[in-house]
């Protein structure tokens, strides 16, 4: 069974950083992307960052954290962190990162695996 923890939230002043982590286990798995989501209160699941597993590519970020937000991993460790510049009050939500098994659009949702959750709150 493939588990997935988030680390590395917390609360932050806007314009500060934050540095998100995810770590898998579960024994091995053949994977296509890890991912990160977030979800605000009242609000739907919003796709942030993606990258690809095995190949290459560049990530794909959404246009809403584009130049603040990168995401990267380190396939030895088994890891994908996200690390976010220039946080907003509006970044305030609780941050998923996702596994993807299958070859498909990595902005979508359909993701196989989600990790429980880290909050981030971002004060004004």
């Known amino acids: 069974q493939v588990q997935l923890v988030e680390s590395g939230g917390g609360l932050v002043q806007a314009g500060g950083s934050l540095r998100l982590s995810c770590a898998a286990s579960g024994g091995t798995f053949n994977r296509y992307a890890m991912g990160w989501f977030r979800q605000a209160p009242g609000k739907e699941r919003e796709f942030l960052a993606a990258?690809?597993?095995?190949?290459?590519?560049?990530?794909y970020y959404a246009d809403s954290v584009k130049g603040r937000f990168t995401i990267s991993r380190d396939n030895a460790k088994n890891t994908v962190t996200l690390q976010m510049n220039l946080l907003k009050p509006e970044d305030t939500a609780v941050y998923y990162c996702?596994?993807?098994?299958?070859?498909?659009?990595?902005?979508?949702?359909?993701?196989?695996?989600w990790g429980q959750g880290t909050q981030v709150t971002v004060s004004s």
């Open positions: 990258i690809r597993w095995w190949s290459g590519g560049n990530p």
């Open positions: 996702a596994v993807r098994l299958r070859i498909g659009s990595l902005d979508s949702g359909d993701y196989d695996y």
